[in-house]
């Protein structure tokens, strides 16, 4: 799934890019460059874009667009798995089925403020009343600032749900245990405790044998990123005072 909604209101296209509060000096990673719609307004102000595209059939059409501007780099490649390239803000207009990933993998990414266009109940998840996973992980990697609800008519094709702009900034610290086992969303669990209880002291074989005490099997050989709320905050009350 491509998600290609490409945002065609002049006014919205203006309007991300403000809130992403631009300057000379910075690189930017624009993350589905889809027509280049957002791409131009960016440009043109920030020093450099770099713009990550996974539909090949997009690529040509990109590069045409911009071939006469030297500060845009168009890259092939998925976002959620191609290395970033260093930038200080990532603005996009996000495709919708990779918004959690990202979430996973910007815990682990430097840059100074994100600006994304999101499905409105994408920021029910994140910032909602019930708890949930995102919400736990955005809450301590992210300042987050909800701005305006932008209408499927903004978009061509148009959407079925409403969008909502966000904008994000990394926080310094939160709960350190947390963060650390968290930010490893890619790895097994065990192995995670593992690296982190090794780093703060305990020998391999004293922390093989917590973990075996502590977290029941099925839990261990889970990947981060599909440990429910109910786990993590399990592993959380195990470990986080270690
Ligand atoms: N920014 C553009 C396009 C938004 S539509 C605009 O506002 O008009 C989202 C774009 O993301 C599409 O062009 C789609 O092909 C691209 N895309 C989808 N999944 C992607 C991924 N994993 N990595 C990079 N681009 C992706």
């Known amino acids: 799934m491509l998600d290609q909604h490409f ?6 296209l203006i309007r991300v890019t403000n ?23 960016l440009r043109k102000i920030a020093k450099h874009v770099y713009v990550f595209e996974k539909d090949k059939k997009l ?8 071939k006469n501007f030297n500060n845009v ?16 803000k990532c603005v996009s207009n996000l495709p919708y ?3 959690e990933p990202l979430m996973w993998r910007l815990t682990r990414e430097k840059f100074e403020l994100a600006v ?14 019930t708890p949930s996973r995102l919400h736990l992980l955005v809450q301590n990697f992210f300042t987050m600032e909800i701005f305006e609800d932008i209408p499927p008519s903004a978009f ?11 904008r994000l900034r990394p926080k310094a610290e939160g709960n350190f245990f947390l963060r650390e086992f968290l930010s490893q969303y890619d790895k097994k669990t065990k192995n995670a405790l593992r690296w982190i209880l090794v780093q703060s002291g305990m020998t391999k074989k004293d922390a093989a044998e917590q973990i075996t005490l502590k977290i029941r099997p099925t839990i261990q050989e889970k990947r981060i990123s599909s440990l429910s709320l109910e786990e993590i905050l399990e592993i959380v009350k195990n470990f986080a005072k270690q």
């Open 19 to 41: 809130i992403a509060d631009l300057n000379k000096t910075d690189i930017v990673l624009e993350i589905g460059g889809g027509t280049g719609n957002l791409t131009a307004y």
């Open 59 to 66: 690529i040509k059409p990109l590069e045409e667009k911009f």
């Open 97 to 99: 089925t990779i918004c």
């Open 7 to 12: 945002m065609t209101d002049i006014e919205w």
């Open 156 to 166: 061509d094709p148009q959407p079925h749900t409403m969008s909502t702009i966000i």
């Open 73 to 88: 780099t168009i890259l092939l490649g998925d976002a959620t798995v191609a290395e970033f390239p260093q930038c200080t």
């Open 116 to 129: 994304f266009v999101v499905p409105k109940k994408f920021v029910e998840k994140i910032a909602g009343k």
